[in-house]
């Protein structure tokens, strides 16, 4: 099939350099020339495993980029909207949605045949019937349902693993306003033969995107607050407890030869500095805002925000145990991604943790794998950033520690080499904290 994507962020150029590899023809659009020209060229704008990889492969042949949306929409039969969907402070800000909507819809005037329009960005329920659907039919003079299709196909890709879970999917959900629409996401995702689809309408699978992110959102500040407390009683560790919470039977299935596997969500069980991304905190307010808007007391939600926007400081508070006053004090801060494996640091633990520690005046010193070019726009020339864990550790006071990359396993025998007095907190609770002279973590 014939595919145009409106925005080659993260969700964007994944779903285009995937569908490429699977043998649709894509052409990504994005605003941001420079991108495109990249894309063009092969190049990968992001850190993604194995993009580079389906770039090479594909750019220039059954996957290109343009910031000509009309010219994509023309030469395609169904187009995806990747555009980013923030949260305003007080509600989503549907703003590039519109925007990318109506161009899609005056692109449609001009065009004879069939098209397809489906939204993938994460919108709350409502927005594609409601909000999208109106403006393309005023500014395309045409009729959903009749000239043109309308759908719904939320992503559940995680940053870091993109690749891999849009080429393995655990479920495809198609929601449609329209039998032609819904027989188009159908057949796109016919090379999925194995994934369950789920059918159903465009309100439907804008739900299903927040229920599945604010689950996850939910149990990790269930965990966050119940290691807080057992913290707080003494002689309790959350490593210990998520121990014999993950061998219930309904988060483990014996096997036949006397092993157990655990359930994948169990993950979401271990307690840590709290969760960050471009994803959860701002789909779980968005959502949370949407209900109070409509008269609802969205306490669950609102809970799983208030304790997830206090988790950083759990973090100030175990180092500030050993250090009363922190300023001058040489701390170096271990990750700046949101999480393992990507270099996207918005929303990140990582920064309201930089920044207490700016505030009290510590000397910082930070060091993450592939994210410090973005922190560096972050934070500007205020955060010093070395290229190698060594040289973070060495003449540090303290070290915490804030993603879990893997490569952080090496801490404890760097620190043992290198600089043996110094005090790592654990924000992930990641490392054997018996290997460690001076130790402190989350929910210990
Ligand atoms: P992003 O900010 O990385 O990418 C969006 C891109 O859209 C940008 O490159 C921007 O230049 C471009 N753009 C904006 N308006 C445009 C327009 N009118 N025409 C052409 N290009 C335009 O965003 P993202 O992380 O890929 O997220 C996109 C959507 O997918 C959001 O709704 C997000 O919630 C959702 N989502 C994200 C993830 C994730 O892990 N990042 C996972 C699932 C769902």
Wanted: proline content about 5%.
């Amino acid at each position: 099939m014939r595919v145009s994507i409106i925005g080659a962020g993260y969700v964007g150029l994944v779903t285009g350099a995937c569908l490429a590899e699977k043998g649709h023809r894509v052409v990504c659009v994005d605003l941001d020339a420079a991108r495109v020209a990249q894309i063009n060229r092969g190049e990968s704008p992001i850190f993604e495993r194995g993009l580079p990889a389906l770039l090479a492969r594909h750019a220039g042949q059954a996957l290109s980029a343009t910031t000509d949306l009309a010219a994509a929409v023309a030469e395609t039969e169904l187009t995806l909207i990747a555009v980013g969907t923030p949260f305003d402070g007080s509600a989503i800000d549907l703003r590039l949605i519109e925007r990318a909507t109506r161009e899609v819809g005056e692109a449609l005037r001009a065009k004879k045949s069939f098209h397809v329009v489906v939204v993938k960005s994460t919108v709350v329920p409502g927005t594609t019937d409601r909000v999208v659907l109106p403006i393309l039919e005023s500014a395309s003079g045409k009729r959903a349902g009749v000239d043109f299709g309308l759908g719904m196909n939320p992503e559940f890709l995680t940053e870091g693993e993109a690749v891999g879970d849009f080429m393995e999917p655990d479920r495809i959900v198609i929601g449609a306003y329209d039998e032609r629409a819904r027989e188009a996401l159908a057949a796109l995702y016919a090379c999925f033969p194995d994934a369950p689809v789920v059918f159903t309408n465009d309100s439907t699978a804008e739900m299903i995107k927040y229920a599945s992110n604010a689950l996850l959102a939910t149990l990790i500040s269930f965990s966050n607050e119940l290691a807080n407390l057992g913290a707080a009683v003494g002689e309790i560790d959350t490593v210990d407890v998520s121990r014999g919470l993950r061998t219930s039977r309904y988060l483990s299935t014996p096997l036949p030869d006397g092993t157990t596997r655990e359930a994948p969500i169990v993950s979401f069980l271990l307690a840590g500095c709290g969760f960050g991304g471009s994803c959860l905190p701002k789909d779980v307010a968005a959502l949370h805002a949407e209900g109070r808007r409509r008269g609802l007391p969205m306490a669950v939600l609102e809970a799983v925000l208030r304790v997830n926007a206090a988790q950083p400081e759990e973090v100030i508070r175990r180092l500030e145990k050993h250090f009363p006053n922190l300023a001058g004090v040489r701390v170096a801060v271990l990750g700046l991604a949101f999480r393992p494996d990507t270099d996207d640091v918005r929303e990140s633990p990582a920064i309201p943790i930089v920044r207490a520690l700016q505030t009290r005046g510590a000397r910082l010193v930070a060091y993450d794998p592939a994210a410090a070019e973005n922190a560096q726009r972050v934070f500007g020339e205020s955060l010093e950033l070395v290229d190698s864990l060594e040289k973070a550790l060495v003449d540090a006071d303290a070290a915490v520690l804030v993603t879990r990359w893997a490569e952080f396993d090496a801490v404890p025998e760097l620190i043992a080499r290198l600089n043996p007095r110094l005090l790592l907190v654990d924000g992930r609770r990641m490392l054997p904290k018996d290997r460690i002279a001076r130790y402190e973590g989350i929910g210990t």
